[in-house]
Every structure is written in C-alpha cells, then in structure tokens.
C-alpha cells in the first residue's frame, strides 16, 4: 500500500519520526538507528515505510533505507519476534554488525540486545544464518563502515590511524548503544557526537 514517504521531517523522538505530506503529518514508528540516518527536523527527507493492519491496531513503521527494512521483514520471520521486538533489535545493534554475529555464530552478541533471550537469539540464529537480505552489509562484510552506519565517517578517521576497521565498527557501535541511555548524549548535534564517540573509542583502541 504505502513503498516510501517524502516531506518534510517535522520531529524525531525515540522510536519515532513525524513527516509532513502536505498538510498530513504522519507518526511513523522506527528503529533509533534510523533518526541518525534521516534529515534534520525542518528538512526534506524520505521514509521507507511498512503498514501493519490488524483488527486491533494500525501502525505505520518506517525505515531510513530499504535494506534497513528488507532486514526488518527477515527478523519478523523468527518465531517469536514481532514487528515491534524487530524495531527494538534493528535499534540496539547495526545491521552490519547484526550480519557478523550471525555468520560467524556468535550467539553472545545476539543475547546482549536488550529484551532478546537465550531462545529467542537461538531462534535467529537457526532462521537467519546466512539468509539475510541486507544487500548493504553483504557487499561490505567488514560489518562496520557500510553506508548503513550513521557514524562511518569516525570510523574511517580511526581506521586510517592503524586501527582494525572491524575492531573500530564495534567499538563505535557498542559505545553508541550505551551513550544513547542518556539523554544528554540524544540532544547533542551530530558532530559533538561524533567528537565524543570518537573519543571515547580512540581511549579503548589504544588500551
């Protein structure tokens, strides 16, 4: 029914992003990953959206790109994770990042997402090993400074001073998810959280 939506982004809070269509303001539900990826409020920017219609309720659930939500439809092939556990994964953990821990079985990372137990992570990992349609990260496998992550740009900054470039893509994606707990972090501009992040992983890379 609805592919995408373009207009104007008129506001971004956690788990969500209001777009403006002219003069029809939409509340589209989306994973945290996806308002680092999206404009500014006040600019023009395009939502990759999903409508899921049952007799109880109707939500609109949105993506910045169609990989972030052909991710999104495999997740929602596991028993057990519904639309809105997929949206709570697709926000604690990369896409990319996502792919590496279930190419190479590390069933430790799944279980770390908040909310996702033991079974549930064995559930992925036995649907989606080697399955995903996430054409981003496959063609950049590294699992870390594909255009799917919103801070590729620090993670080429210390790739390029020696670091491994895996090793700085988890970094930056694990530091990411903690700073993202506070408040103060979320009502930074982009840039000071670049800065920060880019301090903060520089102190555990060289340890």
């Known amino acids: 029914m609805f592919n995408s939506l373009t207009g104007t982004i008129t506001g971004k809070y956690p788990n969500t992003v209001y777009i403006d269509t002219y003069g029809i303001e939409w509340d589209i539900y989306v994973p945290d990953s996806a308002l680092e990826k999206l404009p500014p409020v006040g600019q023009v920017g395009k939502v990759y959206t999903w409508l899921n219609h049952t007799d109880k309720l109707m939500q609109l659930y949105g993506f910045a790109t169609k990989e972030e939500r052909a991710l999104f439809f495999d997740l929602l092939k596991v028993d057990g994770i519904g639309a809105k556990g997929a949206i709570r994964i697709l926000s604690n953990i990369s896409g990319p990042q996502l792919l590496d821990a279930l190419d190479s079985g590390n069933i430790a990372e799944l279980e770390r997402i908040p909310g996702l137990g033991k079974k549930t992570a064995a559930k992925m990992m036995l649907a989606l090993k080697g399955k995903l349609t996430l054409e981003e990260a496959t063609a950049d496998h590294s699992g870390t400074a594909g255009s799917l992550n919103p801070f590729g740009d620090v993670i080429a900054s210390l790739a390029n001073m020696g670091y491994d470039k895996k090793d700085c893509g988890l970094t ?12 103060s972090f979320n009502e930074k501009s982009k840039a000071d959280k670049e800065d920060l992040l880019f301090r903060r992983a520089l102190v555990e890379l060289v340890q």
């Open 172 to 183: 930056i994606d694990r530091l990411y998810r903690e700073l993202s707990a506070d408040s």
